[in-house]
């Protein structure tokens, strides 16, 4: 009856990568030459040889990668054939012997990102942890945007010229009755302050006002507002076309309106209408009136 002789570590000639396997050799009862012991060997004639168990190793356990990326490698080891796999579309995998290269490529975001890289062999899995810092954005570039992107007066008042970003000085006229102005004032970059807006008092005459813009950066700008209020027009009453020649007009602050060229007059047509006005004859007469619209 047949016994087992001793064991052979003997390797598979069809993989010489496959680690090598111990066997046991069969004999017989009897005495067994060298010979056939050799014989037996080549002709592997062995019984149930006893099967090393799977062996997977990697290392590192786990990958870092700065926000810029780059490459790292990953080496491993064991007794199987193994396969790599990621489905992050960031991380690149390049297989070696022995080892596999995992690249990771720039992190555009500023929050950091993580995934897992995953070795399969025989009947053993491993998982190597990724991760990667995000991308430090520089502090912004403080605006030197010290420009308004809107102004206006409270009651409807008409500033003169039109508003214009570029336009820093502005002038209106407002009638006697109104004792007060508020000025409205938007800058264009949501960095920037204003100050001197606001409600304002308005005496009779001219009223200067100064808007400060004040940008992120220290830039300023300034607007300057002229608000003419009407003097008490109480008792003057409307005219009709007159027959007397007119040859400059006033405001009742003593502003000048307008004024006709040497030895012109100004047309009835062309004299503000529905305003408390000086107008001053071609003798020299100056005459307070509201001209008829």
Same mark, same amino acid.
């Given at each position: 009856m ?16 496959i680690?090598?396997l111990?066997y046991?050799?069969l004999?017989?009862t009897?005495?067994?030459?060298e ?12 019984l149930?040889?006893?099967e090393?168990?799977d062996?997977?190793t990697v290392?590192p356990a786990?990958l870092s990668f700065g926000?810029d990326?780059?490459t790292?490698?990953?080496t491993?080891?064991?007794n199987?054939s ?5 489905d992050?579309d960031?991380i690149?995998?390049?297989?070696v012997s022995?080892?596999a290269n995992v690249t990771?490529?720039?992190n555009?975001l500023? +929050?950091?990102r =993580?995934?897992? /890289? ?5 009947s $053993? #899995?491993q &998982? ?11 502090p ?11 102004l206006s007066l409270?009651?409807?008042?008409t500033?003169s010229p039109?508003?214009?970003?570029g336009?820093?000085?502005y002038?209106?006229?407002v009638?006697?009755?109104t004792a007060s ?5 938007v800058?264009n970059?949501?960095?920037?302050s204003v100050?001197?807006? +606001?409600?304002? =008092?308005?005496t /009779?005459g001219?009223n200067?006002?100064? $808007? #400060?813009? &004040? ?9 300057v507002?002229i ?5 008490n ?5 409307a005219i009709?076309?007159p ?10 602050t003593?502003r000048?309106v307008a004024k006709a060229?040497?030895?012109a ?6 004299l503000?209408?529905g305003?408390?006005?000086i107008?001053?004859?071609e ?5 307070k009136?509201? /001209?008829?619209?």
């Amino acid at each position: 009856m047949p016994v087992f002789y001793n064991k052979v570590e003997r390797g598979n000639p069809a993989n010489p990568s496959i680690p090598k396997l111990w066997y046991p050799v069969l004999k017989s009862t009897g005495l067994v030459k060298e010979r056939d012991v050799a014989r037996l060997l080549a002709e592997e004639t062995t019984l149930n040889p006893k099967e090393a168990e799977d062996e997977l190793t990697v290392s590192p356990a786990s990958l870092s990668f700065g926000a810029d990326g780059g490459t790292r490698q990953i080496t491993v080891g064991g007794n199987v054939s193994w396969t790599v796999i990621c489905d992050a579309d960031w991380i690149s995998i390049g297989i070696v012997s022995g080892s596999a290269n995992v690249t990771a490529v720039a992190n555009p975001l500023t +929050g950091a990102r =993580s995934t897992t /890289v995953v070795f399969s062999g025989g009947s $053993l #899995t491993q &998982t190597v942890s990724v991760t990667q810092s995000g991308f430090n954005q520089p502090p912004p570039v403080p605006s030197s945007d010290g420009t308004l992107s809107a102004l206006s007066l409270s009651g409807g008042v008409t500033l003169s010229p039109a508003f214009d970003p570029g336009v820093t000085s502005y002038q209106a006229t407002v009638p006697y009755a109104t004792a007060s102005v508020t000025l409205t004032a938007v800058p264009n970059h949501a960095g920037s302050s204003v100050s001197g807006a +606001g409600m304002h =008092s308005l005496t /009779v005459g001219e009223n200067v006002f100064n $808007l #400060t813009v &004040t940008a992120e950066d220290g830039n300023r700008e300034s607007y300057v507002i002229i608000i003419v209020r009407e003097g008490n027009a109480a008792g003057i009453e409307a005219i009709e076309a007159p027959a007397v020649r007119i040859t400059a007009v006033y405001d009742l602050t003593g502003r000048l309106v307008a004024k006709a060229p040497a030895g012109a007059v100004i047309e009835w047509r062309d004299l503000p209408k529905g305003r408390a006005l000086i107008l001053v004859t071609e003798s020299g007469k100056r005459l307070k009136a509201m /001209v008829a619209e």
